[in-house]
C-alpha cells in the first residue's frame, strides 16, 4: 500500500486515509487547520458526502475571520457512514462528488473574495492513468487556495504521495527533496528562489510546474541547475477558475475544446463565466469575466499567448504609469543580483515613489549608487526606484507570492 | 539634524549624478538652488521620513531648506 502524505516526521498510509473515512461519522463543513492530514482527511470526507465545505487559510486570525462573514468554524456536523471496499471506489466517490467548495482570493488588495465551486472546475486539468501511478509530489502550496488543491487532486486521483513542504525553510526543503525522493514540484516562482544558491542538484525530481507570478529567464537557468533532469513548465491558475491552460516555457495555449470560451479585449485575458467557479464579487463584460491579466498573442491562429503583467499592478508615480515587472526584469539584469521586487510607496509629492528591495547572491557587494547608475542607461527617470533597499527575505502572502 | 539633512541631500544629488554641495542655508530653495524637480522631491521625502519619521510634505509643498529644519526641529 502506497504512501498517501508525510508531514515532518509523520507517516499516513492511503489505507489509513481509507479506514479514517470509513469510521467517521462527523466532518467540519467550515474547517481551519494547521495539520495537513486533519485537513484533507476532512476535506475528503465533505467530498463523499456530498456536503459544503469553507476552506480557511491555517493564520487567518479573529478580526481576518471577522471580516470574511463566516460562521461555525470548526463545528462538526454528523455525515452517513461510509463504506467504501477500496481506494478506488473512494476516488470514484470524489470525482463525482456534488460539494460546493467555498475559497478565498489571497487578498494581496483589499477584502479576501469568496469564491465557490464544485469538485469538476477544480479538477478540470487533473490526469488520470498509468503513466501517472508512483509520483512523490512535494506539496509546496496552501492547501486552502486554488493551487494547492490542483496538486492535491492530481496526486490524490492517482493514489500518489504528497510530501509537505509548505512554508518549510530552505535547509528543510533541501532535505526532503532528498530524503522523501520528491519527483515531482509545484510551487510559486518565489519558492524556487528561496532555494538558491544553488548548492547540489535534484536529480530524481522529474518535473517542475510554476504558477501564481510572472518569472523570468534567470529563474529558468536557476531551475534547471537545481533540476538537471526535470521537464520545467508554466502553469495558469486562478481562484476564479481553477486551471485553465499549461504550457512549456513562457507561452501558454488555449486547449482546441476551450476556444470558444476566451476573448482578448484591449490585451486583457476575458474568460467565459462557464468556466468559473460562483462569486458575487466577479466583475463581468456580457458573459466574460475580466481577468486583469494583460497577454500577447505568439500565434493567434493556434491559440498560443504570453503573458505580459497584471493589468492593476500599474504604480502611479506622479501621472507616469509605471510596470514593475518591467523594472524588476532590468533589476535582474545586473550581475549579482538574485531577486527584485519593485513598489510604488504612498508619498505625499507625487502620490506613489517607486521603491525597491533586492536580495543580493551571497558575496557580492552592490550599493544603491551602482544600481542607480545601471538603471539609468536603461529606463525613463520615473521610472528608476528612488530607493533601494537591500534584504535577505521578502515579506510573502499566504500564498506563498510576494508581497508589494 | 542639518549635518544629516545635508546629506540626505547629497544622497540624492549623486544619485542623480549631480553635484554635490558642500552647505546649506536657510535659504536654499529646493528646486531653484538645489535643482530638484518633483522626483527628487519625493525622494527626498521618502529619505527624511525614513531617517525622522517625519513627512515634511504632508501639509503641502515645501520651498526652501529652512522650511525643512522646521519641519524636523
Same mark, same amino acid.
Given at each position: 500500500m502506497s504512501l498517501f502524505l508525510k508531514d515532518l516526521d509523520k507517516v499516513y498510509r492511503y489505507e489509513d486515509l481509507l479506514y479514517r473515512i470509513n469510521h467517521s461519522s462527523v466532518y467540519k463543513p467550515c474547517i481551519q487547520t494547521s495539520d495537513l492530514y486533519d485537513f484533507f482527511t476532512n476535506f475528503l470526507l465533505g467530498l463523499v458526502s456530498d456536503s459544503p465545505l469553507v476552506l480557511l487559510d491555517a493564520d487567518l486570525n479573529f478580526s481576518e475571520l471577522f471580516g470574511l462573514n463566516v460562521r461555525g468554524i470548526n463545528i462538526e456536523k454528523s455525515v452517513v457512514k461510509k463504506q467504501y471496499a477500496s481506494l478506488e471506489d473512494l476516488v470514484k466517490a470524489v470525482q463525482t462528488s456534488l460539494s460546493e467548495i467555498t475559497i478565498f482570493t489571497s487578498g494581496t488588495t483589499g477584502q479576501p473574495k469568496q469564491v465557490r465551486h464544485t469538485v469538476q472546475t477544480l479538477t478540470r486539468s487533473v490526469r488520470i492513468g498509468a503513466g501517472y501511478r508512483g509520483q512523490v509530489w512535494g506539496f509546496a502550496y496552501n492547501p486552502t487556495h486554488m493551487a494547492g488543491l490542483q496538486v492535491f487532486f492530481q496526486a490524490f486521483e492517482n493514489l500518489n504521495t504528497l510530501v509537505n513542504i509548505f512554508n518549510r525553510s530552505r535547509s528543510e526543503v533541501n532535505a526532503v527533496l532528498e530524503s522523501a525522493a520528491i519527483t515531482h514540484l509545484s510551487a510559486t516562482p518565489t519558492f524556487y528562489r528561496l !532555494? !538558491?544558491?544553488?548548492? =547540489?542538484?535534484?536529480? =530524481?525530481?522529474?518535473r517542475v510546474t510554476l504558477g501564481g507570478e510572472k518569472s523570468d529567464r534567470k529563474l529558468y537557468d536557476f531551475i534547471r541547475q537545481l533540476f538537471p533532469y526535470a521537464k520545467i513548465n508554466n502553469v495558469y491558475a486562478s481562484t476564479e477558475a481553477g486551471s485553465l491552460f499549461a504550457a512549456r516555457g513562457e507561452n501558454f495555449q488555449i486547449p482546441e475544446n476551450l476556444s470558444g470560451k476566451f476573448r482578448v479585449e484591449d490585451s486583457e485575458l476575458l474568460i467565459h463565466k462557464s468556466l468559473l467557479g460562483q462569486s458575487e464579487s466577479f466583475q463581468y463584460s456580457g458573459d466574460y469575466y475580466r481577468t486583469g491579466d494583460l497577454i500577447e498573442w505568439v500565434d493567434e491562429s493556434k491559440g498560443i499567448f504570453r503573458f505580459k503583467s497584471r493589468k492593476n499592478e500599474l504604480v502611479n508615480i506622479g501621472g507616469y504609469k509605471v510596470n514593475p515587472e518591467e523594472v524588476e526584469a532590468v533589476l535582474l539584469q545586473i550581475e549579482g543580483v538574485q531577486q527584485a521586487v519593485v513598489y510604488g510607496k504612498p508619498n505625499s509629492v507625487l502620490g506613489n515613489v517607486l521603491c525597491a528591495e533586492l536580495k543580493v547572491l551571497p558575496g557580492m557587494e552592490l550599493t544603491e549608487f551602482q544600481i542607480r547608475r545601471f538603471l539609468q542607461g536603461k529606463l525613463q527617470d520615473f521610472k528608476i526606484p528612488r530607493r533601494i533597499k537591500f534584504v535577505e527575505q521578502f515579506l510573502l502572502t499566504r500564498t506563498g507570492k510576494i508581497k508589494r | 539634524m542639518e549635518q544629516r539633512v545635508l546629506d540626505i541631500v547629497n544622497v540624492v544629488l549623486e544619485n542623480r549624478s549631480k553635484t554635490k554641495v558642500n552647505n546649506l542655508s536657510p535659504d536654499d530653495k529646493l528646486r531653484e538652488t538645489l535643482g530638484f524637480d518633483s522626483l527628487d522631491l519625493a525622494e527626498l521625502t521618502v529619505r527624511i521620513e525614513d531617517e525622522f519619521g517625519v513627512d515634511i510634505f504632508e501639509d503641502g509643498l515645501i520651498n526652501t531648506v529652512g522650511e525643512i529644519y522646521s519641519k524636523l526641529g
Open positions: !532555494l !538558491l544558491p544553488v548548492e =547540489k542538484a535534484f536529480e =530524481k525530481v522529474q | -
